[in-house]
């Protein structure tokens, strides 16, 4: 089992910046990969971030690319994203992931598919007002 627990969220105006946690505990030895999803009202659950703990590969969603960042301190079991340049259209919950599969001593896969991942926060809102 893994807990994860997701904070920094808020309401922040357009342009700017927000840095989001998300702290694992339990069985962290186990993870491959700790990730960022993002839900808006109405909307489906979207993948944001992905970084591989071993390794530190990372992935993006297009919409987020050269304005969010993702990173880990190992030693923390702490995953953080880094979110500037926020737009009104990142309003969302943002869900921690984390993935606890064997893709056999390669580090170098970068999950972006819900089904992937084993483990779910219960998510952080942030709101971006125009």
């Known amino acids: 089992q893994v807990q994860l627990v997701e904070s920094g969220g808020g309401l922040v105006q357009a342009g700017g910046s927000l840095r989001l946690s998300c702290a694992a505990s339990?069985?962290?030895?186990?993870?491959?990969?700790m990730a960022w999803f993002r839900q808006a009202p109405g909307k489906e659950r979207e993948f944001v971030s992905t970084?591989?703990?071993?390794?530190?590969?990372?992935n993006y969603a297009d919409s987020v690319k050269g304005r969010f960042t993702i990173s880990r301190d190992n030693a923390k079991n702490t995953v953080y994203l880094q979110m500037n340049s926020l737009k009104p259209e990142d309003t969302a919950v943002y869900f921690c992931?984390?993935?606890?599969?064997?893709?056999?001593?390669?580090?170098?896969?970068?999950?972006?598919?819900?089904?992937?991942?084993?483990?779910w926060g219960q998510g952080t809102q942030v709101t971006v007002s125009s």
């Open positions: 970084i591989v703990l071993k390794g530190g590969m990372a």
């Open positions: 992931a984390a993935n606890l599969r064997d893709y056999m001593g390669i580090y170098l896969y970068t999950p972006t598919v819900q089904w992937e991942y084993d483990y």
């Open positions: 339990g069985r962290t030895f186990s993870t491959y990969a």
